[in-house]
């Protein structure tokens, strides 16, 4: 079994920054693709960011030059250093990575969510 634990959420003002982290542990044997996600209430789940185990990164529109993806391999953590918050960005965020736990078996896992508050 593989567990995902964010951590880093809170309460900012808007204008503020915060930095999630997200860290895979478990039966692990190398991580795919790893991404963030976010939903507010009364709206669907949406991506954030995403980002290969090759670095390749991908943003939503709606965060580009404001948010930033990494990732550390060796300590199978992601993060997102969050800047210029909004309003609007108040949401639970999600980590989610796709994990090859096996020679031929790769699953999908998701974390429990972390919430993410900005004041106006």
């Known amino acids: 079994q593989v567990q995902l634990v964010e951590s880093g959420g809170g309460l900012v003002q808007a204008g503020g920054s915060l930095r999630l982290s997200c860290t895979a542990s478990?039966?692990?044997?190398?991580?795919?693709?790893m991404g963030w996600y976010r939903q507010a209430p009364g709206k669907q789940r949406e991506l954030v960011a995403e980002i290969s185990s090759g670095g390749s990164i991908h943003y939503a529109d709606s965060v580009k030059g404001r948010f930033t993806i990494s990732r550390d391999n060796a300590k199978n953590t992601m993060y997102l250093q969050m800047n210029s918050l909004k309003p609007e960005d108040t949401a639970v965020y999600y980590c989610n990575a796709d994990v090859r736990i096996g020679v031929k078996l790769t699953s999908t896992y998701w974390g429990q969510g972390t919430q993410v508050t900005v004041s106006s």
């Open positions: 478990g039966r692990i044997v190398s991580i795919n693709d």
